[in-house]
């Protein structure tokens, strides 16, 4: 039986290509933009991770602030009503509101609570103090000064005051972890802050 070589012109040139001089250029680029585009993957991929915290925080601190809106507008709620039902909503985030310690004092909780009461029934403060916030917008009406005519109802404000992370140094971790920090982006100092108002009853 004959055995027939393939002519030199067909052989697989599968073995020649592979130790190449530019096979092995082209796999040593590769690894090269690898190594330049991992960091933006990185700091990409974290920045998502940290954006979608951000948006969880802000959504269960905006919607205790309305809620204890609500509930400080009913007649007869109280200031510990108001700040348990707060304390609810905030436990998504694990987040710990001292309703009890009113007005806000050093260190209680990793909350500030600001009740505004335009009629002055129900302001106080509760949490934690040295969580810094000061109320923006306007303050609630007590129906009586003037302007404007004709006198709006009286209402209250509840804000809600949280720090983005949990540690002025570099390193936080909660509510927010500071993800971006070895990237010059941190969260530390920084505060979210939610104010609600609506008419009493």
């Not at 960091?39 to 920045?47: F, N």
């Not at 348990?84 to 309703?99: F, G, K, P, T, W």
């Not at 404007?148 to 209250?156: A, C, R």
Request: glycine share 8%; charged share 15%.
């Amino acid at each position: 039986m004959k055995h027939y070589e393939q002519p030199a012109l067909i052989r697989p040139q599968s073995n020649r290509i592979l130790r190449s001089p530019f096979h092995r250029q082209r796999r040593g680029s590769v690894l090269l933009e690898f190594i330049l585009a991992f960091p933006i993957i990185l700091m990409l991929s974290l920045a998502i991770i940290e954006f979608g915290f951000y948006v969880l925080l802000q959504q269960t601190v905006t919607a205790a602030a309305i809620e204890g809106t609500r509930k400080a507008a009913q007649v007869g709620a109280t200031k510990n009503d108001i700040g348990y039902l707060i304390q609810e909503y905030l436990a998504v985030n694990s987040l710990d509101l001292h309703v009890t310690t009113q007005p806000a004092s050093n260190g209680e909780g990793n909350v500030f609570v600001s009740i505004e009461d335009g009629l002055g029934n129900l302001t106080t403060t509760m949490g934690n103090s040295d969580i810094p916030c000061s109320p923006v917008g306007p303050a609630p009406s007590d129906g009586v000064t003037q302007p404007p005519t004709p006198l709006p109802p009286p209402e209250i404000k509840v804000t809600i005051c949280v720090n983005l992370t949990d540690d002025t140094n570099t390193n936080g971790t909660f509510p927010i972890p500071n993800l971006l920090y070895i990237f010059g982006f941190s969260l530390s100092g920084k505060q979210l802050e939610i104010s609600a108002m609506t008419v009493l009853e």
